[in-house]
Nanobody, 121 residues
Framework: QVQLVESGGGLAQAGGSLRLSCGAS????????MGWFRQAPGKEREFVGA???????YYTDSVKGRFTISRDNAKNTVYLQMDSLKPEDTAVYYC???????????????WGQGTQVTVSS
């Protein structure tokens, strides 16, 4: 049984930081691409960034230079460090795992339950 469990969400002020964690079980973590998506109220779920199984990372333009994804294969955990937060970063953040791809999002193999991030101005 595969589980992705996010933690670390909460409330932050604009300009502040939060760190999300996603612990995985039931998959060969090191062989999976791990990513983060987010969904704001009334909007579609959008890609934030990914840590590819080979070690490189990729980010959507709106978070480049502010968000950093890292992974610890020994702990089966992927992290999303969010700095210089903006009110428009407010969303439910979802961890995702894909053996082959993460985009388009209907190709994601597994999803976490999501964690709320709220950024106040």
């Amino acid at each position: 049984q595969v589980q992705l469990v996010e933690s670390g969400g909460g409330l932050a002020q604009a300009g502040g930081s939060l760190r999300l964690s996603c612990g995985a079980s039931g998959i060969t973590f090191s062989s999976h691409h791990m990513g983060w998506f987010r969904q704001a109220p009334g909007k579609e779920r959008e890609f934030v960034g990914a840590s590819w199984s080979g070690g490189s990372t990729y980010y959507t333009d709106s978070v480049k230079g502010r968000f950093t994804i890292s992974r610890d294969n020994a702990k089966n955990t992927v992290y999303l460090q969010m700095d210089s937060l903006k009110p428009e970063d407010t969303a439910v953040y979802y961890c995702a795992a894909g053996r082959w791809v993460l985009l388009p999002r209907n190709r994601v193999d597994y999803w976490g339950q999501g964690t709320q991030v709220t950024v106040s101005s």
